[in-house]
């Protein structure tokens, strides 16, 4: 048998008497080898290759596969030599048999672990990148994360831990209040003895009681679902923002904000004209001020629902829940959701492309079978905590919405606010011809307090509106004072202000 020179001492038997292997120079030669120098084979195979490729026809003592600098061992052992190529180490396969490779201590600086293991861990750069690489979307919810959004922390879906206390403490005052002063007003209002005019002004708080009481119900059952994600919100937070209920509760702050503008405004009116025409408002039928309560009702609730009307041209929705394998993310835009349909058009030869969203959703649902949307992000899903978005640029979607909802609220503080300048100043000038000088004093007191409580509420609010519609970028704290703290903060305080019945029990 004939071999060519480059198959002599390359650690392959390729004679059967060995003569090709056994009698080598400039090799490592095992510790079994006797002989002369030329390194005769006493038994089997006297040497491998120095470059320790573990190969099977290697020394039985191991010494061939001892420091070898190139290689990662599996094990200290002395008795164990079993290495692999650096390349299988942190690789997220295991290879030893022990596991050693693939050792959260060894491997922790290049690789994620997931939590259920399945798999086992995946790289760093796949981490938080809006896909489950790990079967329990562990990768998107790390322990030591710092991505935060303008409420939500990964772990928490308020993050500020003072923020979540205000949100329980505003809750349970409006609440306990509003309904306190509903129950004790309708207990009044039945009385047949009451003067047209204190009927008026009862069912007035009645009904400003009532849109308060919504803004407590959005305030606990957004910390209630707070509480039932906490420590594990990002696991939730997608399918949380598109749900029904993030919506609703969304739905229920522009209800409950409008409502009780329009009742206040209601209130100012009414009291303007009692103020300056005594006389009209002693004999006012019950329909002149029952029914525009009830009609700003209809127009709150149709400003609150209406962004949740499935409209053919998808101006509310911001983009869908759709976990795919073309984006890093599993939010996608509705300019990405139009762009995959003319593509999918194209490719099929049709260019009659979706001209609205429900077909859009449609072709793309129809075209990816194994792929699931999920749900919508529309206008109160922005946010862990479903506000509605006040604070936005030109151009940006809704912005025409939001911005026509904060013009109408601050045309609304301003005719408020003058009308109660009006009614001060009449106070002033018919004092010296009342007796009643106290009672005027804490009427006076009490108008001051509107104005004020309303400045502080709305001001701010429509003052950092218009400057991002300026296109200011505005700081994330910005918008959780004002959206979060400064809007429902009125509920918790009309109870004081428009109403002597927690003033009676504080008083007891």
Known sequence: LIISPKQVCDGVVDCYDLSDECICENKKVCNEVLGNSKGVCNQGYPHVSPMCLNKEWGCSSGYDEINCSNRFYCSNDSNSFKHISPSQKC????????????????????RFYCLNKEPLSVSLDQVENGIHDCTDGSDECPA?????????????????????????????????????????????MVKPVNLPVKHACL?????????DFLMSVYLLAVS??????????CYHDQEWRSSQLCSIL????????????????????????????????????RAWYIMPVLVFWCIAVILGMFPLLELNSVYFVTGVWFPNYFFAKQKVGKAEMNE??????QLKSQYNYPINWPDTKRLVAATF????????????????????KLFVKVGEDTWEYSTFLITLNFALFLYMVFSYIAIYRRSISMQSKRSGSGQNKKMQKKITRLIVTDFCSWIPI????????????????????SAAVLLPINSALNPILYSNVVENVIKK
């Open 250 to 285: 969304g739905a229920l702050v522009v209800i409950s904000t409008q409502a009780s503008a329009f009742i206040l405004t209601a209130m100012t009116t009414f009291r303007l004209i009692s103020t300056f025409n005594p006389f009209l408002t002693r004999a006012v039928s």
């Open 369 to 388: 079978q194994e792929l699931d949307i999920k749900g919508e992000f529309n206008y109160y899903g922005e946010t862990s905590v479903c506000m509605p």
């Open 462 to 481: 429509c003052t950092m509106a218009y400057i991002s519609l300026g296109g200011v970028e505005m700081n994330n704290i910005v918008y959780v004072i």
């Open 203 to 211: 069912w007035f708080v009645a009904n400003l009681s009532l849109s």
């Open 340 to 345: 995959i349909a003319k593509t999918i058009s």
């Open 91 to 110: 690789d997220g396969v295991v290879h030893c048999d022990n596991g050693i490779d693939e050792l959260e201590s060894l491997c922790g600086a290049t």
């Open 144 to 188: 030591n994360s710092n991505r935060t959004s303008i409420f939500s922390s990964p772990l928490e879906m308020i993050g500020n831990p003072f923020l979540r206390a205000l949100f329980w403490i505003m809750g349970l005052l409006a609440l306990f209040g509003n309904l306190a002063v509903f129950l004790v007003t309708i207990k009044q």
């Open 224 to 233: 209630i679902k707070g509480l039932q994600f906490s420590s594990r919100y």
